[in-house]
């Protein structure tokens, strides 16, 4: 029977198209997707977010795979060819890249939905009883086939991949399914205030998780009705799935419950907060993402490196890393690295402490840094003696972000920024002090101007008196003594 029961799944994964949609922006990360797509933040020590959905679907036995492209896109591709790029058609398999090119009008891909229903077509070429939609920007593990074989024996015209998480956490940021005793699904609110529970377990609700199954014909014919219904935002939560529900079979199916895949890690790492989270989870002893389990592994491009590198070993200048995960091509010269994750091509100079951060690959990190709770992005470098995430006025005012709880997140345009607020700082000390000297100057001029005018005017009467009374004297003298007289006239 399990040999049956694997050629049963075998066969449904083979009829499968899955579609990734990596469009988009990821606005809530701020400057890590400034130059990137979310789909292309790294993730992991080496690895970039759509690796996991990929690797999910290669593992599960799914080789038909488009992706959907839109916002900036660039760095996506370059990694996709890399690392997915070998798939044979011959074999029947494909990874295709369906960049927003107005297929079917003016505008580009205006939503979810809008993005499938744009590249209806190609998806009909590969013939497939079932299309998979899935997010793109969510780590974790799971067999897709298990959730086709849900799809097929409740006979639902769509599935739609759900978690289990507490109330307080899916309000205000998912979408939530009400559901009956059999999962099939009454109900569903884009990210509701008061989501609702689920039934006999209060407090915990079902949250999409963005992934969904159709029936090719069901979802084709959904998609052409909502782009001809006026007012639709053409999304899948908001439009699609509330328009379905009452009239169409419409099943929820729990990941991380017993019914679900052993492999029940999820995390959106849609916020600096989650993201940092996320990574930090990996560096932990045993950590519920295990990403040395060659059974699932998750496939990425890498680029051929040497191997990490820890140099001198004296008292005060030992190269160390503790509960950290340390890349190829790393160099920590003279530093302690705890509990961080350093992405491939980092250099940390001597005397530094690197703590509880996700450093992204080329950085530099100078000496007598102090990090700790920091997001370093890509190729920065920072000088010498800075101090990150322990004076959070202090990284306010250098111009870096600091999160919700206090993740500090610096990047290369960043540090720019600062450098040349320190640079414009020191050119207005430096004409501060030209100026203050040149006052001293002008000061110490004025008054030696004073001191001659002051001199001249003294010494002016005094001659004056002096020959005043030398005068007076003579006339003295003469009327006492005219031969005196006549003789000082004659001297004259």
């Given at each position: 029977?399990?040999?049956?029961?694997?050629?049963?799944?075998?066969?449904?994964?083979?009829?499968t198209y899955a579609l990734i949609l990596a469009g988009g922006k990821g606005t809530r990360l701020h400057e890590l997707t400034d130059w990137r797509a979310k789909p292309?933040?790294?993730?992991?020590?080496?690895?970039?977010?759509?690796?996991?959905?990929?690797?999910?679907?290669?593992?599960?036995?799914?080789?038909?795979?488009?992706?959907?492209?839109?916002?900036?896109?660039?760095?996506?591709?370059?990694?996709?060819?890399?690392?997915?790029?070998?798939?044979?058609?011959?074999?029947?398999?494909?990874?295709?890249?369906?960049?927003?090119?107005?297929?079917?009008?003016?505008?580009?891909?205006?939503?979810?939905?809008?993005?499938?229903?744009?590249?209806?077509?190609?998806?009909?070429?590969?013939?497939?009883?079932?299309?998979?939609?899935?997010?793109?920007?969510?780590?974790?593990?799971?067999?897709?086939?298990?959730?086709?074989?849900?799809?097929?024996?409740?006979?639902?015209?769509?599935?739609?991949?759900?978690?289990?998480?507490?109330?307080?956490?899916?309000?205000?940021?998912?979408?939530?399914?009400?559901?009956?005793?059999?999962?099939?699904?009454?109900?569903?609110?884009?990210?509701?205030?008061?989501?609702?529970?689920?039934?006999?377990?209060?407090?915990?609700?079902?949250?999409?998780?963005?992934?969904?199954?159709?029936?090719?014909?069901?979802?084709?014919?959904?998609?052409?009705?909502?782009?001809?219904?006026?007012?639709?935002?053409?999304?899948?939560?908001?439009?699609?799935?509330?328009?379905?529900?009452?009239?169409?079979?419409?099943?929820?199916?729990?990941?991380?419950?017993?019914?679900?895949?052993?492999?029940?890690?999820?995390?959106?790492?849609?916020?600096?907060?989650?993201?940092?989270?996320?990574?930090?989870?990996?560096?932990?002893?045993?950590?519920?993402?295990?990403?040395?389990?060659?059974?699932?592994?998750?496939?990425?491009?890498?680029?051929?490196?040497?191997?990490?590198?820890?140099?001198?070993?004296?008292?005060?200048?030992?190269?160390?890393?503790?509960?950290?995960?340390?890349?190829?091509?790393?160099?920590?010269?003279?530093?302690?690295?705890?509990?961080?994750?350093?992405f491939s091509k980092v250099h940390v100079h001597s005397y530094s402490v690197i703590e509880q951060s996700v450093v992204l690959p080329g950085v530099v990190i100078g000496?007598?840094?102090?990090?700790?709770?920091?997001?370093?992005?890509?190729?920065?470098?920072?000088?010498?003696?800075?101090?990150?995430?322990?004076?959070?006025?202090?990284?306010?005012?250098?111009?870096?972000?600091?999160?919700?709880?206090?993740?500090?997140?610096?990047?290369?345009?960043?540090?720019?920024?600062?450098?040349?607020?320190?640079?414009?700082?020191?050119?207005?000390?430096?004409?501060?002090?030209?100026?203050?000297?040149?006052?001293?100057?002008?000061?110490?001029?004025?008054?030696?101007?004073?001191?001659?005018?002051?001199?001249?005017?003294?010494?002016?009467?005094?001659?004056?008196?002096?020959?005043?009374?030398?005068?007076?004297?003579?006339?003295?003298?003469?009327?006492?003594?005219?031969?005196?007289?006549?003789?000082?006239?004659?001297?004259?």
């Amino acid at each position: 029977m399990p040999g049956y029961v694997n050629r049963y799944i075998s066969n449904l994964t083979r009829d499968t198209y899955a579609l990734i949609l990596a469009g988009g922006k990821g606005t809530r990360l701020h400057e890590l997707t400034d130059w990137r797509a979310k789909p292309a933040v790294f993730f992991g020590g080496k690895f970039r977010l759509i690796d996991f959905p990929l690797s999910n679907c290669v593992n599960s036995g799914i080789r038909q795979i488009g992706i959907a492209t839109q916002y900036k896109s660039h760095s996506l591709l370059r990694h996709v060819n890399r690392a997915w790029g070998h798939f044979k058609t011959e074999l029947g398999e494909t990874v295709e890249i369906l960049p927003a090119s107005q297929r079917l009008g003016d505008d580009w891909y205006c939503g979810t939905a809008d993005a499938v229903y744009q590249n209806m077509d190609i998806i009909r070429q590969q013939s497939p009883k079932y299309v998979l939609i899935l997010s793109s920007d969510h780590v974790y593990r799971m067999d897709y086939g298990e959730l086709l074989a849900r799809h097929l024996e409740t006979g639902a015209d769509m599935t739609v991949c759900c978690i289990d998480v507490p109330l307080q956490e899916a309000a205000g940021s998912f979408g939530v399914m009400t559901v009956d005793t059999h999962n099939l699904v009454k109900a569903f609110d884009e990210k509701p205030a008061q989501p609702t529970a689920i039934p006999g377990r209060p407090g915990r609700c079902l949250a999409s998780m963005g992934n969904y199954v159709f029936n090719t014909e069901f979802l084709f014919e959904q998609l052409q009705l909502d782009a001809q219904r006026a007012g639709s935002g053409r999304d899948f939560g908001a439009d699609i799935i509330p328009a379905i529900i009452e009239k169409n079979k419409v099943y929820a199916f729990p990941f991380n419950t017993e019914e679900a895949s052993e492999q029940q890690y999820w995390s959106d790492v849609g916020t600096l907060d989650s993201f940092w989270q996320a990574n930090m989870d990996l560096v932990t002893p045993q950590p519920k993402l295990d990403l040395y389990d060659s059974s699932w592994p998750i496939l990425t491009y890498q680029e051929q490196l040497p191997p990490a590198k820890f140099i001198f070993d004296d008292d005060q200048r030992r190269g160390s890393a503790l509960d950290s995960t340390v890349s190829s091509g790393c160099i920590i010269s003279g530093s302690t690295v705890r509990q961080s994750l350093l992405f491939s091509k980092v250099h940390v100079h001597s005397y530094s402490v690197i703590e509880q951060s996700v450093v992204l690959p080329g950085v530099v990190i100078g000496r007598n840094c102090q990090i700790r709770r920091a997001i370093i992005d890509s190729n920065c470098v920072i000088p010498e003696g800075y101090c990150i995430g322990h004076d959070q006025a202090l990284d306010i005012e250098n111009g870096f972000r600091v999160s919700q709880q206090g993740v500090v997140l610096v990047t290369a345009k960043m540090l720019q920024a600062l450098a040349e607020k320190q640079q414009q700082l020191a050119v207005n000390v430096t004409h501060i002090e030209t100026g203050r000297e040149s006052l001293q100057n002008d000061q110490l001029a004025a008054a030696s101007f004073i001191k001659t005018k002051t001199d001249r005017v003294v010494t002016l009467p005094s001659r004056l008196n002096i020959k005043k009374n030398s005068a007076i004297n003579t006339q003295t003298d003469s009327m006492k003594s005219p031969a005196t007289a006549v003789e000082f006239g004659r001297d004259h």
